[in-house]
């Protein structure tokens, strides 16, 4: 050592110095306790919500949707899984995948692509055990009959599909359309709640269900599928639709609106130009036309208007004033009564009743067999008829005069009617008068105890023996010689006005006359009643025998 | 009486080694659960610790005297590796700090942490006190020289270390207020051109640090998640291995840098604060021990080597809870990884060879 150490200045400088150090340690330290006291305790609650919405995710379990029946108890409607897989749409370094995942869905779903993948890949791609890529399973509807029920059953849409879906988005499905849209509360059913615990890279390492599902009810139809597949059948290709029920009940046994749909993309086969979303059962109006004449007769009779006996001589038109309205048969019928009148659809007659009878009696016989009120049939937005009740003849541009009135007795002008509600109308003529509830759930039946309309037997028995030889002698003949006895009446609704009957073959399709049939049978205690109505063809006879037969031939074994 | 009593290993503190015990095995406990209850970490950690169990041994059949002589030549040797990080280093994360050495890869400047304030103790020690001019200047290149070398890697925050522990060193030692003083104005001045200087990702955690909640998807990621994790711990934790943001892979580095998140997420503010407790404990007692050496070479080893362990840990845990950038520096005796946790060790076996408890019953110098 080559000098003496003063240990004690040594000592002084290094304890000075030393208490400093230490001092700035111990404010560090106080200083990384204190923040951990606001991270730890003062924030605890809101750092324990992020981490769970981190490592949690909450999901909801799809309740099994209620099945739809037919009157045989064959499944119409039913959910069926759908396996998807949704993979990244670019390859993403794993790092910047597993960020991206862990702190947004919503922006990890922006990335990814889903597509429908058959049960066998789906197990496949399982087996892989590929973080990267998000298998699910969600219900989908599956529809027994294809496109033959559209219009009556509707679909169902669903969320779009989130591959990292929180609770907002679901593959629930709610009805759109039909029977789906008006029992949609009671076919949903109630979904459960479950909650995944997931790592950073969105892989599920646990699930603790909270709550189970409740599926929904099922939904029991009065349809019969094969009265339903042979109408679908008959109106392929054509515009139309047709409609048998129960007179004794009110259910619908058979409805059909074509062109139809493909009930799982309904979008996608969407034709605008042919309306085939329009359901046509419910939605659609149409005149009535001659299909009103036993009804007015009825009434008419009825109320001693005329009576079976009397004759009218028909030139082959109406003149009012100087103005001729021209029967379908331009020579004329001759001379006609009731019975003629109503077998060959004699306008003449009827304009003659019609201009009696003024507009105020029309409207009043036309809402005794409720065309003033919709149906409430289990059906959605359903449309309601036009009728000419003082209210809208005031309202009227261009006025109400009698050439109005005049044509209203033969179904024309501006009267429309939902086919459905031509329905309702053909019920009561062949039930004599039971205002049954139309409809198409079972359990939804409500019959009519007491008659609503208060017509004397007698009235009925000749209205029903008039009806009944149309379809032997009448219009609607092609029936004679059926194994079944059957009461009808046709009516064509005029779409364009035309001077000679030459020239409506020179008409374009979309300007000739609809086709329209009513009718029920048998004759006594009918046990079936149709509405046909076809769109620009006369084919509703034809189409209506065809169901009749085929419901007797179908009835009989 | 005492000295006939007293055993050959009387001259070493058992404080200081039942502290650091416990404080291995609350590491040990850490990573057990960080590894989803494995021992694979454990058995790693514990592999690479027999190093510093050979240089312990070592260190204690060596004399006093040939440690402080030896400094020169571990001071030149930390140098060369450093040298050769930079020529020949492994790199991870854009920097260069590991030397693949076959077994394992070694950072030197862990190393450096230790061999500095030795290789200062033992100049400043030899000049005696007060310092001398020359000692000054000498022990000021000491520090720059491998301050650069570090800072050239690049790794700001070991840099910060070294700068800190070397001129701890000088400050105990009596650095007059003057150049103190002069030191900090001049750091304040050129703190613009040191700004324009830093690499890009370094001013990106500044900025983070700045505004936390700006962008927490890329720059801010891992302190957001490490403070969520630390924030739904509570009070009491969820519990040893139910960390949920830890155990599921939330918090990146949980092994390694951001070990002290899990800690806080599982055993709560409770745990934290024993750790803290710990730590301070193991500082302060080497401090402590230290401070009543006379030899002047033995007391700036174990005061720095002491507070080289608290500021370490200190900056470790201040990154981990969102106070200071994210910075590579793993939490001492805890992080997975085997230069810090041998090199602490080692740094602590000096402490427990120089640190005689009672220097009077030893015959001081």
């Known amino acids: 050592m080559s000098k003496l150490r003063n240990v004690h200045t040594e000592r002084m400088i290094t304890k000075k110095r030393l208490v400093i150090v230490v001092s700035i340690f111990v404010c560090a330290y106080i200083l990384l306790l204190s923040n951990l006291y606001t991270i730890q305790i003062k924030k605890h609650e809101y750092y324990l919500g992020l981490a769970t919405q981190y490592h949690t995710r909450n999901v909801r379990i799809e309740p099994q949707r209620g099945k739809i029946y037919d009157a045989n108890k064959h499944v119409l409607a039913t959910d069926q899984t759908t396996f998807i897989a949704c993979y990244p749409k670019l390859p993403l370094d794993q790092q910047e995948f597993i960020q991206q995942s862990a702190l947004s869905t919503r922006k990890a779903s922006k990335t990814h692509q ?16 590929n973080d990267a890529i998000i298998l699910k399973t969600h219900l989908t509807r599956q529809y027994a009959q294809g496109n033959k029920l559209s219009h009556l059953i509707g679909y169902t849409s669903h969320a779009s599909i989130n591959p990292l879906s929180n609770e907002q988005a679901s593959t629930h499905q709610s009805g759109v359309n039909g029977i789906e849209s008006y029992y949609d509360d009671q076919l949903k059913g109630y979904p459960g709640k479950k909650v995944h615990t997931i790592n950073a ?35 392929d290709g054509h515009s139309g639709t047709v409609i048998m029920l129960n007179p004794n009940t009110g259910a619908i046994i058979a409805a059909v609106s074509t062109p139809s749909f493909d009930p799982k993309n309904p979008i996608k086969s969407a034709d605008y130009k042919n309306s085939n ?36 001589h028909d030139p082959g038109y109406y003149l009012v004033g100087n103005k001729r309205f021209r029967d379908w048969k331009r020579q004329g019928h001759g001379e006609v009564d009731l019975n003629k009148a109503i077998n060959e659809s004699c306008d003449t007659y009827f304009y003659m009743l019609g201009h009696r009878l003024g507009i105020d009696t029309l409207v009043n016989y036309l809402s005794l067999f409720k065309f003033n009120q919709a149906t409430q049939i289990d059906l959605p937005n359903e449309k309601n008829n036009l009728i000419p009740t003082a209210q809208y ?116 399709q979309y300007e000739k006359d609809h086709s329209l049939f009513i009718g029920f049978s048998p004759v006594i205690n009918p046990e079936v009643a149709i509405v046909t109505i076809i769109e620009h063809e006369p084919l509703a006879v034809k189409v209506s025998k065809s169901m009749l037969d085929y419901y007797w031939e179908v009835t009989q074994k | 009486m005492s000295r006939i009593r007293s055993s050959r290993y009387d001259h070493i503190d058992p404080i200081l080694i039942y502290l650091l ?11 057990y659960s960080a590894d989803h209850q494995n021992w694979g970490l454990i058995t790693k950690q514990l592999i690479r610790a027999t190093p510093a169990l050979i240089a312990t041994a070592i260190l204690f059949k060596l004399n006093k005297r040939t440690l402080q002589d030896l400094t020169p030549i571990i001071y030149t040797a930390s140098i060369i590796l450093l040298i ?70 690049p790794d700001l925050g070991t840099a910060l270390i070294i700068a800190t522990i070397g001129g701890l060193c000088l400050f105990l030692s009596g650095l007059s207020r003057m150049i103190i003083l002069s030191l900090c104005a001049l750091l304040c001045i050129s703190s613009p051109i040191i700004w324009s200087q830093m690499h890009d990702y370094q001013k990106q955690r500044v900025i983070t640090l700045l505004n936390p909640e700006d962008d927490i998807q890329h720059h801010g990621y891992h302190t957001h998640q490490s403070k969520i994790a630390i924030g739904s711990g509570g009070m009491t934790g969820k519990g040893l291995l ?124």
């Open chain 2, 84 to 153: 050769m990080v930079l020529l020949l280093g492994y790199m991870t994360n854009g920097a260069q700090r590991w030397l693949n050495l076959g077994l394992f890869k070694f950072e030197p400047s862990e190393l450096v942490k230790i061999s500095l304030p030795l290789t200062l103790a033992s100049i400043i020690a030899k000049d005696g006190l007060p310092l001398k001019n020359y000692s000054i200047i000498k022990s000021s290149l000491l520090i720059i020289l491998p301050f650069i070398l570090v800072l050239k890697q």
């Open chain 1, 393 to 508: 003849r005031r309202a009227r541009s261009g006025g109400w005069y009698d050439g109005h009135t005049i044509i209203t007795a033969i179904g024309q002008g501006d009267l429309a009617v939902t086919p459905i509600s031509l329905a309702r109308a053909t019920m009561l003529l062949a039930n004599k008068g039971y205002d049954h509830q139309l409809h198409i759930n079972k359990s939804n039946q409500s019959i009519a105890k007491t008659p609503t309309l208060k017509v004397q037997d007698k009235n009925w028995e000749i209205i029903h023996t008039i009806l009944s030889s149309v379809t032997q002698t009448g219009t609607a003949k092609k029936f004679a010689g059926s194994s079944y006895s059957v009461a009808g009446k046709t009516g064509s609704a005029q779409v364009k006005a035309i001077d000679k009957k030459a020239d409506y073959y020179t008409l374009k």
């Open chain 2, 242 to 365: 139910n960390g949920t943001q830890n155990q599921l892979g939330f918090v990146p580095e949980h092994k390694t840098d951001f070990v002290f998140s899990l800690i806080c997420e599982e055993l709560g503010f409770i745990g934290a604060t024993f750790w803290l407790s710990l730590v301070l404990a193991i500082g302060v007692r080497a401090i402590l021990l230290g401070y009543r050496q006379y030899c002047l070479f033995s007391k700036l080893c174990c005061i720095s080597v002491g507070c080289n362990f608290m500021l370490n840990a200190w900056i470790n845990m201040a990154m981990v809870t969102g106070i200071i950038p994210v910075v590579g520096i793993p939490l001492p005796l805890i992080s997975y990884g085997g230069t810090s946790f041998v090199m602490t060790l080692l740094g602590f076996a000096i402490v427990l060879k120089l640190g005689n408890p009672d220097p009077r019953k030893q015959g001081a110098w």
């Open chain 1, 201 to 235: 890279s969105g892989t599920i390492q646990q699930t603790h269900t909270l709550s189970k599902s409740i599926a929904g009810e099922d939904i029991y139809t009065t349809i019969h599928s094969n009265l339903q597949k042979k109408a679908h059948y008959l109106l």
């Open chain 1, 277 to 312: 979303l329009l359901n046509r059962i419910t939605q659609a109006t149409y005149p009535p036309a001659s299909t009103l004449k036993p009804i007015f007769s009825l009434l008419a009779l009825e109320d001693q208007h005329i009576s079976v006996q009397d004759k009218i």
């Open chain 1, 114 to 129: 889903c597509s429908e993948v058959e049960s066998w890949d789906y197990a496949h791609i399982n087996h892989w055990n």
């Open chain 2, 21 to 31: 015990l416990s404080a291995i095995l609350f590491g040990f406990l850490s990573l």
